[in-house]
């Protein structure tokens, strides 16, 4: 059996939140490495994070893996190090071939180079002599769609036209592993089946694909296997149904009268409880949402910011707009509740999620952020303005309510 074209082993990376540690960190890290001294990497230091961490994999000749999960998993950091644009900080990745990616828009072009020379330059990267890039320089265009631009520089193209010059270069240089982040999404509908049909097509001729993808149909189609990753960790699945029910899992878990938080509490305020009365809602309704938390002294620099999203077949995107955003409350010392409420809704049948996230010090400090999943029952059309109006009511004291 030959070996795998991609093998990765315990791989983890790590990022900090704040750039001026970041900048810290690295200049610490090269003196050590010119000193010749190691660095312990699997430590976590003020403010740092891990994007990734311990993922294992093989993927063969003529696989496909289907990288799935919630926005923020780590799902593109993993693309950037299996294309090896990021180090790991923990474990290692082989990747044995020829690899082309589409990680993000204009990823490998030269803003300043046109089509044409853009697609004689990635050839040469790849090791594709002159001579074979003529013979499918033709097919390249044609399948790109944008032959009366390909003689102008890229920097002027839309990002679909970016898109579908990206996709038709390393579609068809026959790479033997094919990277692809959500970026299709951003071309017409009739190019991402065009798109789709090329990757069928290089399957079949034994290209390894990794697909990163929020279309459920596109994974269980194409894919053999799937990684889903969260903020817990990841899972691998032979059993690409079995894959996709979890990533569903992830994004429409039940909450039972409690939230899942994404951050950790700041000392002296804790927020424990989460009253929902209801996450079915009609057209028109409102949404109530009460936290019970704990202050050791009272808080008067505090914003909450909510958002809505809801589920298409591409995936999440955002319905509405806040008219409240970043709204000031104050949370008086001790144990009480803070009372949300989403006026007047105006969103059509859809699965969606409220984001509520909470803040401290002007924004400086981001104390809590959760998901929580509802329902939209109306099946009526509806018109008028998209905006939603929130109010806000902590303790005995009113904190302020939208326009």
Not at 107 to 127: C, D, H, K, M, Q
Not at 167 to 182: M, R, W, Y
């Amino acid at each position: 059996m030959s070996l795998p074209l991609i093998e990765v082993r315990g791989a983890g990376k790590k990022f900090c939140r704040s750039l001026k540690r970041s900048l810290w960190y690295g200049l610490r890290d090269l003196g050590a490495q010119l000193l010749g001294r190691s660095a312990d990497r699997s430590r976590l230091r003020r403010d740092e994070f891990w994007a990734v961490r311990d993922t294992s994999f093989d993927l063969n000749q003529g696989e496909t893996l289907g990288l799935i999960g919630p926005n923020g998993a780590g799902k593109t950091t993993l693309l950037r190090i299996l294309h090896g644009l990021i180090t790991p900080d923990e474990g290692y990745v082989t990747v044995r071939g020829s690899m082309q990616a589409l990680i993000a828009l204009g990823a490998g072009f030269s803003p300043v180079l046109t089509g044409r020379e853009n697609i004689y330059v990635n050839a040469s990267i790849l090791g594709i002599p002159r001579k074979e890039v003529n013979r499918r320089f033709e097919q390249i265009v044609n399948f790109s769609g944008i032959p009366e631009f390909i003689d102008s520089p890229v920097q002027s193209y839309s990002s679909g036209m970016t898109v579908r010059l990206g996709f038709a270069v390393a579609a068809h240089l026959e790479p033997d592993i094919l990277l692809v982040d959500e970026v299709l999404a951003v071309g017409d509908e009739g190019f991402q089946i065009k798109c789709l049909n090329k990757i069928g097509e290089l399957k079949a001729a034994g290209t390894a694909i990794v697909l990163v993808s929020h279309n459920m149909h596109t994974i269980s189609t194409y894919c053999d296997r799937v990684l889903v990753q969260s903020a817990k960790g990841h899972e691998l699945f032979e059993d690409v149904a079995a894959g996709v029910r979890a990533y569903k899992g992830l994004v429409h878990s039940s909450i039972d009268g409690h939230i899942e938080k994404h951050c950790s509490a700041a000392p002296g305020i804790e927020f424990f409880k989460a009253d929902i009365p209801c996450t079915e809602l009609g057209l028109g309704g409102d949404f109530h949402l009460g936290l019970h938390y704990r202050a050791a002294t009272a808080c008067d620099d505090i914003e909450i910011d909510v958002g809505l999203r809801v589920a298409g077949e591409a995936g999440w995107h955002y319905q509405a707009t806040n008219r409240t955003f970043g709204q000031r409350v104050d949370l008086r010392a001790g144990e009480s509740r803070l009372d949300i409420i989403v006026h007047d809704l105006r969103v059509v049948h859809a699965d969606g999620q409220f984001a509520i996230a909470i803040w401290r010090r002007e924004r400086e400090e981001l104390l809590f952020w959760w998901r929580i999943p509802v329902r939209f029952t109306s099946t009526l059309r509806c018109s008028g303005t998209s905006l939603y109006r929130t109010s806000f009511q902590a303790g005995d004291g009113v904190g302020g309510s939208g326009p």
